[in-house]
């Protein structure tokens, strides 16, 4: 899921990566708003929040949802760091280590959000969440030449609404029958991604109510079990490509 990039992957591995973290996305997202009453992936709605209160005088508050569009920002800026310089060193694990890194952070986050006071743990959550919804963002869009989006829902359902368009197009005869194949494709993956960033919220709801924070230690585990798998595919990807290299210069 985290190895091959943009063209070279499959119908089959987009839909993969999409589900998983979509899922996991959503139950995060949906947890948190459950929890402190503010969405942490969702900039559309927290910089219409910022007008708000901006409008309105509401200076502290103002700076509050500023904050999370920073923090989002930031998290979408270090990923992008880390995957630009695995890149360049042609490292092909370097999204499983970005998806890595957000299980560690996240689990850090979790740790912290159980200890610290009352009053803390509102905008750690919300912030700290911001951040790492940026670095899984940016991973995927990165990986899937923006094919692939896990955190919100909004450019999915638009994309949804522009394929069902195009079919519809085809299905008239206005669009050769050529596309008809790529475009189900594309409304397959961002119908099952919105499903299960759906399904993803009603279980980090219900499981939040169960067993509280913990619930960001379960997901770190859940993403860390994500990364591994990727670095273990990418150390086989670079085993047969030096494979190559030393049966070529043979």
């Keep these: 899921m985290l ?16 589900c998983s973290l979509a899922l996991i996305a959503g139950a995060l997202n949906a947890a948190a708003f459950y929890a402190v009453g503010f969405f942490s992936a969702n900039m559309t709605g927290n910089v219409s929040a910022l007008s708000d209160h901006l409008a309105t005088g509401q200076w502290g508050p103002g700076l509050f949802f500023l904050s999370i569009v920073v923090s989002f920002i930031l998290g979408a800026s270090a990923s992008t760091l880390l995957i630009n310089a695995g890149r360049r060193r042609g490292m092909a694990s370097v999204y499983a280590y970005s998806i890595l890194i957000e299980a560690l952070l996240l689990a850090v986050l979790g740790i912290a959000y159980i200890w610290l006071l009352s009053n803390w743990q509102a905008p750690l959550l919300t912030l700290g969440l911001a951040f790492l919804m940026g670095v899984q963002n940016a991973t995927v869009t990165r990986i899937s030449d923006a094919r692939v989006r896990t955190t919100h ?13 195009v079919a519809f197009d085809i299905m008239r ?11 189900r494709a594309r409304l397959r993956l961002h119908a099952w991604t919105i ?3 759906l399904v993803g919220g009603v279980l980090g709801v219900v499981v939040f109510r ?3 924070s913990y619930l960001l230690l379960s997901s770190s585990a859940l993403l860390l079990l994500i990364a591994v798998d990727g670095l273990r595919s990418g150390r086989g990807t670079r085993a047969t490509t030096l494979r190559r290299r030393f049966r070529w210069r043979l």
């Design 3 to 18: 190895i091959s990039q943009g063209a070279a992957r499959s119908e089959r591995i987009n839909l993969k990566l999409a």
């Design 153 to 165: 829902v909004s450019g999915m359902a638009t994309d949804i609404g522009i394929e069902l368009g």
């Design 173 to 183: 005869g206005k669009e050769p029958d050529s596309h008809a194949a790529e475009n």
């Design 195 to 197: 499903a299960a960033f």
């Design 210 to 212: 169960l067993i509280g």
